[in-house]
């Protein structure tokens, strides 16, 4: 089921991170008590639609008990063809699994990733910065999730 926000999301279990990438779409995962943060391989796809069972196929292997997907919003807040397109996908996840899904803003997020990962070479930036920026959605999610309680 897709919520509205995180107050019926799962107050802990491990959880995933997804920054959604028509052709690339980066994974992260948290611990069972959500202090520590993993980045996983990117999905690599070459058909979009391919994504939303991989993502549960994930979810599933890490025994996640939520999945927080970044949501690309313009600048002064409102949606893009890219938002839509990533509502999509969280519709056909919502129709592979039970595992709650829940959505947070994901701007700047491969900004911050890409400062965090510091000097790298030009092809780490392609293999990893996706994973990354998922790194980033669910740590801001995770602290938005703890301010709520």
Known sequence: MI????????????IIGIDWGA????????????EFLFVRPQIVVKNPSDIPAKIVDIATAEQA???????????????????????DCAAAVEKLTEIPIAFIDESYSSTTAQDDMGRVRRGDIKTKLDSESA??????????????Q
Not at 6 to 14: D, N
Not at 65 to 87: F, K, M, N, Y
Not at 135 to 148: P, S, T
Request: hydrophobic letters at 40%; glycine letters at 12%; zero cysteines.
């Open 3 to 14: 919520l509205p926000d995180f107050k019926g999301f799962p107050r802990s279990g491990r």
């Open 23 to 34: 052709a690339r779409t980066g994974v992260a995962v948290s611990d069972a008590s959500r």
């Open 65 to 87: 008990v939520g999945i927080i997907i970044g949501l690309p919003l313009r600048g002064d807040g409102t949606e893009s063809d890219t938002t839509a397109r990533v509502r």
């Open 135 to 148: 790194r980033v959605i669910l740590e801001n999610a995770i602290a938005m999730m703890r301010r709520a």
